[in-house]
């Protein structure tokens, strides 16, 4: 029961970047892979991202292959954050931004949505001219 609260969306230029910030509440995050989605209007929710605990003993950060060498996901658990870089924004990339809180250590797959737990409440992000 790990709460999380999604901040720093905005609207950006092509080309631009941004900073997504995922706050969570409690002591144990740490113990929790971390995962950012994203969803368009008309769209389904798609995995982004996702940052393994420390705790997990094959910890790694995976990326959707439409972002990947654009966004780079990392977490700060003395300040129990998570944050998403997003770099070389594209029109494409605009979407509700979400993070959340994964059942294990290690990340799940970026498609198992349902073994993500716990869901902050959004951030838009809106890439336009």
């Known amino acids: 029961q790990l709460q999380l609260v999604e901040s720093g969306g905005a609207l950006v230029q092509p080309g631009g970047s941004l900073r997504l910030s995922c706050a969570a509440s409690?002591?144990?995050?740490?113990?929790?892979?971390i995962g950012w989605f994203r969803q368009a209007p008309g769209k389904e929710r798609e995995g982004v991202s996702c940052?393994?605990?420390?705790?997990?003993?094959?910890?790694?950060?995976t990326y959707a292959d439409s972002v990947k060498g654009r966004f780079i996901g990392s977490r700060d658990d003395a300040q129990n954050t998570a944050f998403l870089q997003m770099n070389s924004l594209k029109p494409e990339d605009t979407a509700v931004y979400y993070c959340?809180?994964?059942?294990?250590?290690?990340?799940?797959?970026?498609?198992?949505?349902?073994?993500?737990?716990?869901w902050g409440q959004g951030t838009q992000v809106t890439i336009s001219s």
């Open positions: 959340a809180a994964a059942t294990s250590a290690h990340c799940p797959g970026l498609e198992s949505l349902g073994e993500f737990a716990d």
């Open positions: 409690g002591f144990s995050f740490n113990y929790y892979a």
């Open positions: 940052i393994s605990s420390i705790s997990s003993s094959d910890g790694s950060t």
